[in-house]
């Protein structure tokens, strides 16, 4: 397949690093991707005031939960702020989506399922996909950060 050789040709090198080097250095490659399209896709400003409005719902919510009517309003509000949150993001989703999947369909053949990338205390290991979601989380937090992303 033609995106195999592609796809090993931009991450050979990284999968020379060996276990479990090479899916961490592939987290976090695509997790900086994910999080750089966020930041120059969506309005960051917009995003931050949504978010804000979010928290502040939240709160709201706390305060009025013996009061049913008001609660019922105040999700309301928070339902429609998290809907416009929601639209600003999609373009930076929409972006990254498809290259991902592609991405994805490469390491399910680069990586066999069988094989075991990350051993953890507590008889804890995960293969491709396990190691894949937990250094993507955890980049993901320190890259938000860094770019102070909304």
Do not use: C
């Not at 013996?66 to 928070?78: A, G, N």
């Amino acid at each position: 397949m033609a995106l195999d050789n592609f796809f090993n040709f931009i991450f050979g090198p990284v999968l020379a690093l060996g276990n479990p080097w090479n899916i961490i250095v592939i987290s976090f490659i695509l997790t900086l991707i994910v999080n750089l399209a966020m930041k120059f896709f969506t309005n960051q400003h917009v995003m931050k005031s949504l978010k804000e409005e979010t928290e502040f719902f939240k709160q709201e919510m706390k305060k009025f939960k013996k009061d049913p009517q008001k609660l019922i309003e105040i999700q309301k509000k928070s339902m429609e702020t998290s809907m416009k949150y929601l639209r600003h993001s999609l373009p930076a989703t929409l972006v990254t989506l498809l290259p991902l999947l592609f991405i994805f369909g490469w390491l399910r053949t680069a990586f066999p399922p069988e094989q075991i990338l990350l051993n953890l205390p507590f008889g804890i290991s995960f293969g491709w996909l396990g190691s894949y979601i937990l250094f993507s989380i955890i980049f993901n937090i320190a890259l938000r950060k860094i770019l102070n992303i909304h």
